[in-house]
Nanobody
């Protein structure tokens, strides 16, 4: 079993920054991702990484503004979010997959999820 706990959400003005963290415990997973869900919308992919090699991928909407990283020693995954926009407002979820197979941007390819942390960007 894997437990994921997100932290770091909050309220920030447009153009500001936030750093989300995901603390993982239990089994070691191969792939970690961040997804987000705004009110009335589907949960969408934000970023993912391959734990061992640090290979990353991003949604086009956040490329160049967000950075996903990992601290394997502390079993944590971070999402640095810069140049935030009001449209980034959502609940952000950390997700983990036991293996590398499948489409990294698909929420169906992840086995475990955190409870989410709210990010609100004011204009």
């Amino acid at each position: 079993q894997v437990q994921l706990v997100e932290s770091g959400g909050g309220l920030v003005q447009a153009g500001g920054s936030l750093r989300l963290s995901c603390a993982a415990s239990g089994r070691t997973c191969s792939r970690y991702g961040w997804f987000r869900q705004a009110p009335g919308k589907e949960r969408e992919f934000v970023a993912a990484l391959y734990r061992s090699a640090g290979i990353t991928t991003y949604a086009d909407s956040v490329k160049g503004r967000f950075t996903i990283s990992r601290d394997n020693a502390k079993n944590m995954v971070h999402l640095q979010m810069n140049s935030l926009k009001p449209e980034d407002t959502a609940v952000y979820y950390c997700a983990a997959a036991l293996d590398l197979g499948g489409l990294w941007s698909s929420k169906d390819e992840y086995d475990y999820w955190g409870q989410g942390t709210q990010v609100t960007v004011s204009s």
